[in-house]
């Protein structure tokens, strides 16, 4: 993202939000699959020629590589994993004979993909909204460090002061203004 993003107003940022979310769609559009994740899967779809067997397809799963493809024709899809994956829960099967559906299981369950191979193009996952359904299945206590988290996340990776370093700062700028005969000049905070 480039630097001058925290410069821009509301307005400029959600017209280059969109402007972004719409080049990501097409980039995402042109790959050979779609796919679709929740922090401890992914999902893809290939789309291969109607009446496609299992026994016509060569689908190879590794820890940190997948590919995909007819036999004895190019691959469909292949490459370097973006992350790790648990071979052992992972699988595929034929859907109607006219796509091959890929469940992977993440090793890192925390962790939001930014593609699923490291060649193709990468989505912005600060931008990922999390399923509300299991958002809001949570407890209230649970959803509020779920959120804050997310957004602790997000300002790190944006190099932004987390929730409890607001927290501190508006404190001590309250003690300031309430003291305004002391000198903060020199202070640490910690």
Same mark, same amino acid.
Request: charged share 35%.
């Given at each position: 993202?480039?630097?001058?993003?925290?410069?821009?107003?509301?307005? +400029?940022?959600?017209v280059?939000?969109?402007?972004?979310?719409?080049?990501?769609?097409? +980039?995402?559009?042109? =790959?050979p699959?779609?796919?679709k994740?929740?922090?401890?899967e992914?999902?893809?779809?290939?789309?291969?020629?109607?009446?496609?067997? /299992?026994?016509?397809?060569?689908? !190879?799963i590794?820890?940190?590589?997948?590919?995909? /493809?007819?036999? /004895?024709?190019?691959?469909?899809?292949e /490459?370097? =994993?973006c992350?790790?994956?648990?071979?052992?829960e992972?699988?595929?099967? !034929?859907?109607?004979?006219?796509? !091959?559906?890929i469940?992977? +299981? &993440?090793?890192? &369950?925390?962790q939001?993909? +930014?593609?699923v191979?490291?060649?193709?193009?990468?989505?912005?996952?600060?931008?990922i909204?999390?399923?509300?359904?299991? =958002?809001s299945? =949570?407890?209230?206590?649970?959803?509020?460090?779920?959120?804050?988290?997310m957004?602790?996340?997000?300002?790190?990776?944006?190099?932004?002061?987390?929730?409890?370093e607001?927290? &501190?700062?508006e404190?001590l700028k309250?003690?300031?203004?309430?003291h305004?005969?002391?000198?903060?000049s020199?202070a640490k905070?910690?």
């Amino acid at each position: 993202m480039p630097d001058d993003y925290d410069k821009l107003t509301k307005e +400029e940022r959600e017209v280059r939000d969109k402007a972004d979310r719409q080049r990501e769609a097409a +980039e995402q559009a042109g =790959l050979p699959y779609t796919w679709k994740q929740e922090l401890g899967e992914v999902d893809i779809v290939v789309p291969v020629p109607k009446g496609t067997r /299992g026994r016509d397809l060569s689908v !190879v799963i590794q820890k940190k590589k997948l590919s995909v /493809g007819l036999k /004895g024709k190019d691959k469909i899809m292949e /490459g370097e =994993l973006c992350k790790d994956i648990k071979v052992e829960e992972s699988t595929w099967m !034929v859907e109607d004979q006219e796509a !091959v559906y890929i469940h992977l +299981e &993440k090793v890192n &369950k925390q962790q939001w993909w +930014e593609n699923v191979l490291t060649h193709h193009p990468k989505i912005d996952t600060t931008k990922i909204q999390p399923e509300n359904s299991q =958002l809001s299945d =949570l407890d209230g206590e649970t959803r509020g460090m779920v959120e804050k988290m997310m957004f602790d996340n997000q300002q790190k990776q944006m190099g932004k002061p987390t929730s409890d370093e607001i927290k &501190k700062m508006e404190t001590l700028k309250k003690f300031q203004e309430a003291h305004p005969e002391l000198d903060f000049s020199n202070a640490k905070i910690s």
